[in-house]
Nanobody, 117 residues
């Protein structure tokens, strides 16, 4: 059974940091492209950061220089280090595992990030 479980969300003040983790099971993690997405109330889900199976990364313009995505293939886990957080980063953050060659994608259940003073 495929499982993607996010953790690390919470309430943080503007300028603070959080580190999200997504632990996976039931997939060949090393062959998956991983991504973090977010969805704010009333907004569409948007890509935040991605990391390919080969380690290539990409970021949304709004988070470049502040967020860093990384993967640990030994632990089947992907992380999102978020620094200099802003109120507009408030959203539910979702982890995605994708096997584009097969047209298959899996999602986690999401973790809430709230940036507020």
């Amino acid at each position: 059974q495929v499982q993607l479980v996010e953790s690390g969300g919470g309430l943080v003040q503007p300028g603070g940091s959080l580190r999200l983790s997504c632990a996976t099971a039931g997939i060949i993690f090393s062959q998956s492209d991983m991504g973090w997405y977010r969805q704010a109330p009333g907004e569409q889900r948007e890509m935040v950061a991605g990391i390919s199976s080969g380690g290539r990364t990409n970021y949304a313009d709004s988070v470049k220089g502040r967020f860093t995505i990384s993967r640990d293939n030994a632990k089947n886990t992907v992380h999102l280090q978020m620094n200099s957080l802003k109120p507009e980063d408030t959203a539910v953050y979702f982890c995605k595992a994708e096997f584009s060659a097969f047209g298959i994608a899996y999602w986690g259940q999401g973790t809430q990030v709230t940036v507020s003073s």
